[in-house]
C-alpha cells in the first residue's frame, strides 16, 4: 500500500514512519511542514530506504496537497500534523486553529474529492486515519477512578485541545456526510525518544542535566496517563490497517502518574545513570522548582483501552520503568540530536516561558 502520514518528522509521526519502513513492506510518503518541532534528523534510520518519501509541505495549502494526492495515489492517510503543545497554545492560538483545524478540513476536503474518484476496489481500501488527543475529553477528577471511554462527552479546555475536538468533528461530519472512510484514534500522553524538548519528560531530564530549575506546574499533583511512543505507532498501524470505518478507539498505557512522581524518577534514574553532575548540584531532585500553574490546566487524564484490545488485539509492551529508563539513557546517547533542535526560536520561547511562569 502507499501510505501517507502527515506530521511525520515529528514525535509521533516518525515513529509511525519507522515503524512502518521497519515492520512492513509498504511505501510512505510524510507530508511536513518542518515547524520549529519536525525534525528530519528523527528520521536517519529510514532516509536512504526506497520506500520511503519526502514532501515538504503545509497541509493548509489545498493545491500542493491535491498534487500530492494524484503523484502519490496514497490507500491510507495517517493525519498527525499538528501544533501540539498545550503551553504555546495558550500563548499563542492562531497557528493551532490554523493548523489543527483548517489544516484537517483542507486534506478532509482533497481526500473526499481523490475518494470520489477511485475505483470500487480502491475505494474498499481506502482510510483516512485522524490521530487526536484524550485531551478532547476535558479532565477527570483527581482520587477517582473514572476512565475515558470512546463515547465521553467532548469538553476541552486549552485552546490545543479544543482545535483538536474541533477537527475530530470535523471528521466525523466528513464520514458521516459524505462517506469518507474514516476512523479516529484518541491517546493518551507519548514519552520516548525524539520528544521535543519543550515537554515535560524531555525537559525535566534535559534541565537536570544542565543544572537548571525542574519547573513543575501548580502543585505537581496532575495525573496523566502515560504511553511510551513505539507502543503508540505500532496501535496506530494497526487501527489505520484493520479497524472498521467510522470507528474511534481510545489508546492509553495503564500508566497514571503525578506529574511531581514522574520528575522524582527521572531525578532517581540520572542519579544512576548520569552521576557526573553539573557543578552545584548535590541531588538532582534539588533542582525542583515549584511554578505558577497552568491556565485551565487539566488535573487528570486516564484511558480505558479496552476496545482496542478487545477488537484488535493491542496492548502496550513497555511498562513505565523500563520505558522511562531507555528514555533517559536515549536522551544521554543523543546530545546532538538535542543540541540541532533546541534552535534560536526554542530557546527564546523558553526563556519567555521561564519568565512568566517565575
Ligand atoms: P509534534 O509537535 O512532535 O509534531 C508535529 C509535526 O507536525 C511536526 O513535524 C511539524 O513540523 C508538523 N506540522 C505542524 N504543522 C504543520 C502543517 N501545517 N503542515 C504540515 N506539517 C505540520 O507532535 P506529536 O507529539 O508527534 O503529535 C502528533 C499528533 O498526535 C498530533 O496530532 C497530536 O495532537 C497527537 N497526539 C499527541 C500526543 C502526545 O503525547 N504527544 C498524544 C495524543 C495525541
Ligand atoms: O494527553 C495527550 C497530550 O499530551 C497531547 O495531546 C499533547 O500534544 C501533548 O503535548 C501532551 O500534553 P500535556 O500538556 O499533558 O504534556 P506536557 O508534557 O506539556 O505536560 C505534561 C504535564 O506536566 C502537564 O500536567 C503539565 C505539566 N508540566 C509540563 C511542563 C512542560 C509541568 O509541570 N512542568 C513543565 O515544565
Not at 495549502?61 to 500534523?81: C, G, Q, R, T, Y
Not at 467532548?154 to 470535523?170: E, F, G, I, Q
Not at 522548582?289 to 490546566?297: I, N, Q
Request: glycine share 6%; hydrophobic share 35%.
Amino acid at each position: 500500500m502507499n501510505i501517507i502520514v502527515t506530521g511525520g518528522a515529528g514525535f509521533i509521526g516518525s515513529a509511525v514512519v519507522r515503524h512502518i519502513i521497519a515492520n512492513t513492506s509498504h511505501n510512505v510518503l510524510n507530508i511536513d511542514k518542518l515547524t520549529y518541532a519536525g525534525n528530519l534528523e528523527s528520521l536517519s534510520s529510514v532516509s536512504e530506504n526506497s520506500r520511503y518519501h519526502f514532501s515538504h509541505n503545509d497541509i493548509c495549502n489545498k493545491s500542493a496537497m491535491e498534487e500530492v494526492f494524484n503523484d502519490f495515489k496514497p490507500d491510507i492517510i495517517m493525519h498527525l500534523a499538528a501544533e501540539s503543545h498545550v503551553d504555546r497554545s495558550i500563548t499563542g492560538s492562531a497557528d493551532f486553529i490554523e493548523t489543527n483545524i483548517i489544516g484537517t478540513y483542507t486534506l478532509l476536503e482533497v481526500a473526499r474529492q481523490y475518494y470520489m474518484e477511485l475505483s470500487d476496489h480502491k475505494k474498499i481500501i481506502f482510510r483516512f486515519h485522524h490521530i487526536s488527543t484524550d485531551e478532547v475529553y476535558g479532565d477527570l477528577e483527581e482520587g477517582t477512578s473514572n476512565l475515558f471511554i470512546e463515547t465521553t462527552a467532548y469538553n476541552p479546555s486549552s485552546p490545543y485541545s479544543a482545535s483538536k475536538a474541533s477537527s475530530d468533528h470535523l471528521v466525523r461530519a466528513w464520514y458521516r456526510t459524505y462517506g469518507l472512510p474514516i476512523v479516529i484514534t484518541n491517546c493518551s500522553n507519548n514519552y520516548g525518544p525524539y520528544h521535543f524538548p519543550e515537554k515535560l519528560i524531555p525537559l525535566t531530564i534535559l534541565n537536570a542535566l544542565k543544572g537548571k530549575p525542574l519547573p513543575i506546574y501548580g502543585n505537581g499533583l496532575q495525573v496523566r496517563d502515560w504511553l511510551y511512543v513505539e507502543d503508540h505507532a505500532r496501535a496506530l498501524f494497526l487501527v489505520a490497517s484493520e479497524a472498521e470505518i467510522g470507528e474511534t478507539y481510545n489508546i492509553g498505557g495503564h500508566n497514571e502518574l503525578k506529574n511531581v512522581d514522574v520528575v522524582k524518577g527521572i531525578c532517581n534514574l540520572l542519579e544512576e545513570l548520569a552521576p557526573h553532575k553539573p557543578d552545584g548540584v548535590v541531588n538532582y531532585i534539588d533542582l525542583i522548582t515549584y511554578v505558577k500553574d497552568r491556565p485551565g490546566h487539566d488535573l487528570r487524564y486516564a484511558i480505558d483501552a479496552s476496545k482496542i484490545h478487545r477488537e484488535l488485539g493491542w496492548t502496550p509492551n513497555e511498562i513505565f520503568e523500563t520505558g522511562l529508563r531507555k528514555t533517559v539513557q536515549w536522551y544521554l546517547d543523543n546530545q546532538e540530536w538535542v543540541e540541532n533542535v533546541e534552535t534560536g526560536e526554542y530557546q527564546n520561547w523558553m526563556q519567555k516561558q521561564y519568565q512568566d511562569n517565575s
